[in-house]
């Protein structure tokens, strides 16, 4: 099984700073996937990405895979409390199987 | 549309008993997965089923673990008998078909606590 490094492991900021969020491998992937997780809840889906290099944006949220496939970012402009939560980068090894990184947990006060 | 409805949704049961964990699919969703969250090891992929087949249960942690998926539109994951390292929180995910590109819903998940 392939494995994915999230950085950092948690992330408390002020309302309006902005974030990056890092997801790191040694292996390709077919494609990276993006989710946020709020507590007593199941992940949801916010973003795949399957082109090397590719970026994608979903309102103020920024979403990047590596040229190499190997490693993905997202970037949070101008946070904001409801952006709290689990953020979960997960890549997939072949036919919608994923491998999960461990989390970054984003506290966003006001 | 209703999305992935899981039940119960907190079972605490005493070492040694039986634990049934039932999924009931997004309708039209061919794929069913099976995960596991722990503070410890994140969320693992436990099993997956496509049609009703189970197609990779290598995440599957011991014998004492086992899915079923009797038709497509519910699947169960027991655990017998239960011990207390098993206490995580399992998510039962859909999707329509087992390509890569194809969301995955998640249900709201099961905490289970074996005391």
């Known amino acids: 099984t392939q494995l994915l490094e999230q950085s950092p492991q948690f992330l408390s900021i002020q309302e309006g700073e902005n974030l990056t969020v890092y997801c790191n491998s040694s292996s390709v992937f077919s494609s990276l996937q993006w989710y946020r997780q709020e507590p007593g809840e199941g992940p949801v889906l916010l973003v795949t990405v399957v082109t090397g290099g590719e970026v994608k944006k979903l309102k103020r949220l920024t979403f990047q895979f590596g040229d190499a496939r190997k490693d993905s970012s997202l970037h949070i402009t101008a946070a904001q409390p409801g952006d709290t939560g689990l953020y979960l980068c997960?890549?997939?090894?072949?036919?919608?199987?994923?491998?999960f990184g461990a989390g970054t947990i984003l506290r966003v006060k006001s | 549309d209703a999305g992935v409805i899981q039940s119960p949704r907190h079972e605490v049961t005493e070492m040694g008993q039986e634990v049934t964990l039932r999924c009931k699919p997004i309708s039209g969703h061919n794929s069913l997965f099976w995960y596991r969250q722990t503070m410890m090891r994140g969320l693992e992929l436990l099993i997956y089923f496509n049609n009703n087949v189970p197609i990779d249960d290598s995440g599957m942690p011991e014998d004492r673990f086992s899915a079923k998926m009797p038709n497509a539109s519910f699947s169960t994951l027991k655990i017998q008998p239960s011990e207390p390292r098993d206490s995580a929180v399992y998510f039962c995910?859909?999707?329509?078909?087992?390509?890569?590109?194809?969301?995955?819903?998640f249900g709201p998940g099961t905490r289970l606590t074996v005391l």
């Open positions: 995910a859909s999707s329509r078909e087992l390509a890569g590109t194809d969301t995955q819903y």
């Open positions: 997960a890549g997939e090894e072949y036919g919608n199987k994923l491998v």
